[in-house]
Each structure stands twice: as C-alpha cells, then as structure tokens.
C-alpha cells in the first residue's frame, strides 16, 4: 500500500509530460486505465483487510461522540436559560425597588423623582421584556434538544443491540467456517497437514512394497545373501528333513541304552536307521495300489 502514492505521482507526472508534448488523448486513457487498476487493486487490499466487527464498533463510537455533543449543546443551552433568568429576577427586583422609591418620593412631593424612578422602571420593564423573549427561544431550544437526544439515544442503545448481535452471528459464522474447512481439509493449515500426512502414507507403502520385494527375491534365490543365513524354499524342506531324522536316531540309541540292550540290538536300531533313511529319500507321490 505504499507505492500507492509514489504510483499516482508518476502517473501525474506522465500525464503532464504527455499534455506538454501534445499526446494529451492517448496518455489520458491510459491514465484512466492505471488508475482503474490501482483502485481496483487498493479496493481489494481493503476488503481483505476490513474486519466488520471493528467497523461496527468505530460507527458506534461515532454514534456516541455525537451524542455526547448534543448533550453539551443541551447543557449549554440550559445553562444560557438559568443565566437569563437569574438576570431576569434582578430586573424585576431593581423595578419592584425603583416603583416603590417613586411611590415615596410621590409621598414626599417629590413629583420629579417619582417621575426619574418611573422613567427607570420602564427602561428596566423594555429589558425584562427582551430577556424573556430570548428565555422563550432558548427555553424552546432546550425542549427540541432535549428531544432530539432522547432520538438519538435510542437510536444508538438500538444500534449497540443490533451491532452485538451481527458481531456474535459474524463470529460464529466464521468460527463454522473455520471448523468446516478444518474437517474437509481446504484450508491452510489443514492442507498443509494433509499433504505432509499423504507424503508420509505414499513413503510407508513405497518401503513396505520394497521390503516384500526384497523378501521374495531372497526366498526365491534371486539375490544372493552376502551373510548366508537366506535360504530357498528347496534347501528349507531339505535342512527340515535332515534335521527331523538326526533326531528320530538320537531318540533310538537313547532308548537302546537306557534298555541296557547288546551290540546287536545297537545294529539292529542302526538298520533301522538306514531303512528309514532310505524311506524318506523314496519320492512321495509314489502311488500305492490297494487290494481289491
């Protein structure tokens, strides 16, 4: 927002360049149009930046400082009222003073100060008269201010309800909106979750399918196994078998020497041995046939 008025200088500046050398039309309409695209620009900056809330409460403000001047326009308007009526109880009481020293003076004989204190009297009467219009006038400039505050008051206790009450709508509109873009994922921050979550989930899959890759090709013979220890399926049944008769023979010449039996009966478990070895290297899908 601050190379607006830097933008506005140089496009002044352009346009007298261009009235000074005679292209006045043409500057002129681009003028027009980089000026419409500034304010364009500027509107928009604002409307993202207005909060409705604090433009309501700042009208509210207003509201009151306005209230509160005609409420010391009231003030000052009663306080003009009570000056002119105290002044207004002086004159009366310098003319009740001035028509009761006429009475005596008349009394007396003294016709000519009668006439002096009567003569004063009515100038005073002129003044008491003048000051009552103007008590009249602002004593009905009381009354229409009186009023208009009362308004305006209300306008403004109407306004405060109105303001609170599209402040917590906005609020909770926003706070919806808020939550509503959290659950689906739009906003910001949630998109950035999300992508990181569905980065994480794409790498595990891509580790886990290399993993079983790895596995299948180390079963199959494939790869080779630097340490030894991998095996095929082939050799596995293999080392299974060899290992299950090592310990069928270890159990016979244990239960032979435990029986305390002969040499020939050792012979005779080691036949049995090879018999049985020799068993096993049969194939076993060697069909066999029943007798009927």
């Not at 602002?138 to 402040?167: N, P, S």
């Not at 993993?211 to 299974?240: F, N, V, Y």
């Amino acid at each position: 927002m601050e190379a607006g008025p830097v933008l506005l200088v140089l496009l002044q500046v352009l346009e007298l360049e261009s009235v000074r050398r005679g292209r006045a039309k043409p500057m002129s309409g681009v003028m027009k149009r980089m000026g419409m695209i500034f304010r364009a620009k500027a509107n928009k900056a604002l409307d993202r930046a207005e909060d409705p809330r604090e433009t309501l409460d700042y009208s509210y403000q207003k509201q009151l400082e306005l209230l509160q001047k005609v409420r010391r326009g009231v003030a000052d308007v009663a306080t003009s009222r009570k000056r002119l009526e105290l002044q207004l109880a002086q004159l009366n009481k310098q003319s009740s003073t001035l028509e009761d020293q006429g009475r005596k003076a008349l009394a007396l004989g003294r016709e000519d100060l009668a006439r002096e204190a009567l003569s004063r009297r009515a100038a005073l009467q002129q003044q008491v008269t003048d000051l009552e219009t103007q008590h009249q006038t602002l004593q009905g400039e009381e009354e229409k201010l009186t009023l208009a505050a009362q308004r305006l008051q209300a306008k403004v206790d109407a306004f405060r309800t109105k303001k609170e009450t599209i402040k917590a709508t906005y609020t909770a509109a926003q706070a919806q909106t808020r939550i509503g873009e959290a659950f689906t994922g739009i906003s910001e921050e949630m998109g950035d979750v999300g992508l990181a979550i569905q980065r994480a989930e794409d790498k595990t899959a891509q580790l886990q399918a290399r993993a079983g890759a790895i596995d299948e090709l180390l079963a199959s013979g494939a790869l080779d196994d630097p340490t030894g220890m991998a095996k095929d399926d082939i050799q596995a049944e293999l080392d299974r078998l060899s290992g299950g008769t090592d310990v069928e023979l270890e159990l016979q010449r244990m239960k032979a020497e435990l029986a305390g039996g002969s040499a020939a009966g050792q012979q005779a478990i080691e036949g049995g041995g090879q018999q049985q070895s020799q068993s096993q290297q049969q194939p076993k899908d060697t069909p066999r046939f029943d007798k009927q």
